[in-house]
């Protein structure tokens, strides 16, 4: 199966444009075909990640141009890792889009796919230009699916989107140019194997490029001073979009972290590590103002939006503490906070549908028609994401505590538990206004089948990443060994060039 | 040459900035464009500027002009060109749901554009 790597990009792809070339075809067709190639696409993920635990780095030469002259998609256990939680959480979001969402705009369908295709493409890419091309990819897909139904909120909250965006895919290409200038190579393991032979007249440009780059992928991670689009964007997309939303911060974290363990890591000579002490405080930073935004929120999907931005803060910083036990947590972290902020997102939704007129805001309304079953779920996911013992949240936390260094401690531990506590304070304010102050008539609007299936499949893995956290924390810790294993991966790209790639 | 092609970088690249942050859908779009037309001309010259020479490497081995950059650069134009079209377009949608073409949505009046 040595095709496998490029399926997660294929098949989204040929899926994608067959559902726009039919997009007058029956419904129900349509939700079958996008359906079926999501769960194909969870299936292709768990294979890849199969593939991967035998610790070699495989690449796929696109029409067999070997590397460092052609494009490379390269498998390793982070990207294959990013593939499966995508295709989970876009599976999950898919089968509550299904339910009646999709048909509020034209187009959900197709577009869904070409932006899985591009997250994909971004998670699997070897070439630094190509990682370019994936994010406009899947930018461009966004822009549309985050303006799905339309509407006077969506339409201006799409347009800051978009032109902040633009504005940093402009310097993205910046930065791509200088470092091309100076290192004459785009392709990330070759530009790591180039790095600690420049010339100390390039330094400088090549840090500016270095720099540069950081704050593209921070604008996508919504780190710090970058994150103001992040919380009224994601409250104004629909639900099932802002819950695949939820992996397109992580893209910026997996680039950070790729980019600076991989090109700017250890081994790059006078550049090492050069970006570690700049995410480190910006993630602590994030981490601190988005426990403020989580307790002033006045609307759930708000609130929501910024608990996403305490997990961006809390992976920033695991990043900047940059040792191998970190890194392994922030990766335990990151599967359980994807999932379980996309599943909130889905459920905040879902009792927004039966509180009637007062929607997602948080204010004393009706009774909700489910208050069990919607209560139970968000009492699960509130907890996961508060970081509360037994959930997934509190375990990734722990590990994060426990890999901080002495000097590290002093600053992560007061903010990463505060930051809990402001959850954990905003949430069951959240949860008691909505269940146990509500009064009134019930609206009527019952959770269907497929809504139920989406969230809880989401939100269930809160507790199914505890139940077997210990396969789970020994695949991270091997993926975080080899990600800081530069030199494999440097010779497992470049070096095989006689005996050829799987093309 | 490359005082010259730095100059009109520079130029577009600023102009770009300042329309871009202009309280107007269409300044910023506009704005939008001429950045990425900097950026473009920016990404043409990272393989260094040549006159005369060849397109890929000849047989006489003399000076050549980097092929990559050339590439890079008709991506980013079909991307940009792209991105442009669809921020036009939805500028126009933001005018018409919004009912205003302010960034921020607010009914600016000012009495001179409104004259009709």
């Known amino acids: 199966m040595q095709h496998l790597i490029i399926l997660p990009v294929l098949l989204p792809l040929l899926t994608g444009v067959a559902l726009l070339i039919h997009r007058g075809g029956a419904l129900t067709l349509r939700r079958t075909a996008n359906v079926l190639s999501t769960i194909a696409l969870v299936v292709v993920g768990i294979l890849l990640v199969a593939e991967s635990t035998d610790d070699t780095i495989r690449y796929y030469a696109l029409g067999d141009w070997q590397p460092p002259f052609g494009i490379v998609l390269v498998l390793d256990r982070l990207s294959a890792l990013m593939v499966m939680i995508t295709s989970l959480l876009a599976l999950g979001s898919l089968l509550y889009a299904c339910a009646g969402d999709d048909e509020q705009g034209s187009n959900f369908h197709g577009l869904f796919q070409l932006q899985l295709m591009g997250i994909n493409g971004a998670f699997l890419t070897g070439d630094l230009f190509n990682l370019f091309v994936f994010f406009e990819v899947l930018l461009i897909a966004s822009y549309a699916l985050l303006m799905h139904g339309g509407g006077k909120a969506r339409t201006h909250a799409g347009f800051h989107y978009v032109a902040l965006n633009l504005l940093g895919s402009m310097l993205f290409l910046i930065a791509l140019g200088i470092l091309y200038g100076t290192m004459g190579t785009l392709n990330m393991a070759d530009m790591s194997a180039v790095v600690p032979t420049l010339d100390t007249a390039d330094l400088g440009l090549v840090k500016a490029g270095a720099l540069l780059l950081l704050i593209v992928f921070g604008l996508k991670a919504a780190m710090l001073p970058l994150y103001f689009w992040l919380p009224r964007a994601y409250a104004a997309a629909p639900a099932p979009v802002a819950a695949l939303f939820a992996i397109m911060t992580k893209v910026g974290i997996y680039s950070i972290i790729r980019v600076y363990t991989l090109i700017f890591g250890e081994q790059a000579g006078p550049l090492a590590n050069l970006a570690q002490p700049w995410i480190w405080w910006l993630g602590l930073a994030t981490l601190a103002l988005g426990a403020v935004g989580v307790l002033s929120a006045r609307d759930m999907r708000t609130q929501v939006a910024y608990l996403i931005l305490v997990s961006v803060g809390t992976l920033l910083a695991g990043t900047g503490m940059h040792n191998e036990a970190a890194l392994s947590a922030l990766l335990y972290y990151l599967i359980h906070t994807t999932l379980v902020s996309g599943g909130l997102f889905l459920l905040v939704d879902a009792i927004a549908q039966q509180r009637g007129k007062a929607g997602a805001r948080i204010v004393q309304s009706r009774t909700l028609t489910q208050p069990a079953t919607l209560g139970l779920l968000f009492f699960a996911g509130a907890i996961a994401m508060a970081g509360l013992p037994p959930l997934s949240g509190a375990f990734g936390k722990a590990l994060l505590l426990q890999a901080a260094t002495t000097a590290q401690q002093y600053w992560l531990w007061p903010i990463l538990l505060g930051s809990g506590l402001a959850s954990l304070i905003a949430l069951s304010r959240t949860g008691s206004t909505i269940f146990w102050r509500a009064s009134g008539e019930k609206t009527g609007i019952t959770l269907g089948p497929l809504r139920v299936t989406g969230t809880l499949m989401l939100i269930g893995c809160a507790p199914l990443m505890v139940a077997f956290a210990g396969p789970i924390t020994a695949f991270t810790q091997a993926t975080a060994a080899q990600l800081l294993d530069r030199d494999a991966y440097v010779e497992s790209i470049i070096a095989r060039d006689d005996t050829g790639g799987d093309a | ?116």
């Open chain 2, 1 to 116: 040459m490359e005082a010259l092609f730095a100059t009109t970088t520079g130029i577009l690249a600023a102009s770009g900035l300042y329309l871009a942050l202009r309280g107007r859908t269409f300044p910023v779009v506009v704005g939008l464009t001429l950045l990425s037309y900097a950026v473009n001309l920016f990404l043409f010259s990272t393989g260094g500027l040549t006159t005369d020479g060849s397109a890929v490497i000849g047989d006489g081995g003399g000076e050549y002009a980097d092929p990559l950059p050339q590439a890079l650069v008709l991506t980013a134009i079909v991307i940009g060109f792209a991105m442009t079209a669809f921020s036009v377009i939805l500028a126009m949608r933001v005018r018409g749901d919004v009912g205003s073409d302010h960034v921020n949505g607010n009914r600016v009046d000012e009495p001179r554009e409104d004259k009709s």
